[in-house]
């Protein structure tokens, strides 16, 4: 990685930026996401690394801290990590607006901060200085209101439940059981896993195993490829038939160290394609567990 000429960092600026209208408009994860779709869908990355909306009152409460209670700091820090999130073009809608460059263009110029492709990330930080610009405009009500002025923070923590809705997940991610019984196997060897990033990630915690082909945003281009060009970590990645005889891929798998994979099957597939075709067909596997709709098979 130290020597390594060409770096493949994963990431778009454009494509991982705020619109402008970000900051107004409530985000994928908010109340009323449906009705604002035009905006936050436009992206080639619609969720999470481009979500910016703080909620309603927040804005409101940070206007009139604005206005009323300046807090020159936090506002200078919101200012500048808000320009920094909408990237190296401003969109509207979805659309760049050419002719014109961002505060962003610079740290494309610095060796360090150059890793960083996901502006939309300083809307993060961007965030935390307007709810404290909000927290000062809501001091003044409170002491403007004197006795009263619970009710209002009270009003304030009500209508950010209501009408923002906070932007949280709750869900109970898959465990298969068969995640333990590879964490206690002593011996040795890789996980090849073939499922989404996040699932992959959340699985490795479990069975605490290395993995082949794993996931880092920042690293050599011809590292984060090379999996790929093995034919066989190729043709079980993506379905495909294997062209190499079954016993010379097996061997290549052992000769990597792959010892078991995890198949998270997708039935829009259609029946005998995927992942699981290439295992149980080409290389002979069968699945030694299985839970819903994920499939271990094990390499001896």
Sequence with gaps: VEHAKVLDWGRFPSSYSIDVL????????????????????????????????????????????????????????????????????????????????LPYVALRAMPFLAAGGVAGRYALPASVAIIMVASAGLAHLMQRFGARRWLIGALAVASLLVISYPPLYFYDPLKPAFLQSIRDDPAEGMVLSVCPIDTLLWFQTIHEKKTIRGFASRVPADVKHFANRIPVIGAIRFGRVLQTPREEALAKLRALEVRWVIVEDEESRGPGTGPRRTLEHDLGLAPVASEKNVYLYRIE
């Design 22 to 101: 970000g900051y107004l408009t409530p985000s994928p994860a908010s109340r009323g996401a449906s009705f604002f779709e035009f905006v936050w869908n436009t992206r080639p990355m619609p969720t999470g690394d481009i979500a910016a909306f703080v909620g309603v009152p927040v804005i409101a409460l940070a206007i009139y801290g604005l206005l009323r209670n300046r807090k020159p700091y936090w506002v200078f820090m919101a200012s500048a990590f808000a320009a920094l999130s909408l990237g190296p073009r401003l969109h509207v809608l979805g659309e760049p607006i050419t002719g014109f460059r």
